[in-house]
């Protein structure tokens, strides 16, 4: 539905998007990540018409829409980084306002106006001044702004940003309602905001496209997708662990007399079952049974490194599951405590 092809931007001596290539299919909610200054909000003014490419064309359906501006117009939504409304409109003036600007007949924007008013929850807020207004509200706001023409695709440029946690998930919830009839590419450079609403990320780094695909994808593509933590009383230990299928990478320390062994799978095998066999075969003493999966902070810290803070250690710990329900009966001691460690 939408293509990017070799897109380029430049501001004097600054490549704000360089060769961006990418498509965004009908229906999807794709989002857009990266640091302050990768190049989404130039990359979101190009694909609304806003702002032409230096090199490069972005198509809607095949047509390039610097070449049919005002139907391009007409499909798509815009709510810009930063939500410019005016304050001292009445939110009824400003809705009309936007809905003249698209050259609406009034009998349009009567139907266009309810319909936006009513999926984006502002029915309270219909005659108050937008200067009164949450944070939360006023998003709803543009939001109702960008819909009410009735778009097929909508562009969202950092539309959480600045909301308080309560703010930012009613709007991510709002945003997958939006995303239902529509096709949506929303920007963000907070991780979390796009596991919840995104079926696909594209992610970019000094105006360049450096990964694409889900979270699940973007995730399990890691070497070090998963890793376990298999804290072992007995003989052969590291050895054992290491020729388990799948482990491309087991490294040990000793700790109070017993081995603690830390196991990268790639692909997100799961292993406890074998760990936890190997460790009954072979009467070791399962201290600590552990998994780990790399999270998306972390491929995205990875991906946009130079320009983001780059302390941490590989994996960010997110216990999962514990080796007591794999043990049955006959299993080792392990108290509880120890196992969901
Ligand atoms: N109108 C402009 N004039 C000059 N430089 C700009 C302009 N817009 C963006 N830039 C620069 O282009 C780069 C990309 O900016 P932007 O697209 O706003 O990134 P993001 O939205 O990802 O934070 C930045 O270095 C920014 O300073
Ligand atoms: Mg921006």
Redesign the pocket.
Known sequence: MISVEGVRKR??P?V??DDLTFEVHRGEVVGFL??????????MRMLTGTLQPDEGTVRFEGKPISEHLTEAKRRVGYLP?ANPLYDDMIVSEYLGYVGDLHGMSASEMRSGIASAVDETGIESVFYRPIGELSKGYRQRVGMAAAILHGPEILVL?EPTEGLDPNQRVDIRRLVVELGRERTVLL?T?VMQEVEATCSRLLI?NK?RLVAEGSVHELLSRRADAVRYIVEVEGDDVAAGLGQLPGVHTARSEEVDGRLRVFLEVAHGEELRPEIFALAKSRDWTLWELHRERVSLEQVFRDLTREQMDEDASAIDPLPDVSVGSVGGPDAPAITPEEVVS
């Open positions: 501001f004097g600054i704000a998007v990266g640091p302050n200054g990768a190049g989404k909000t130039t990359t980084e440029d920007s450079h970019l105006g």
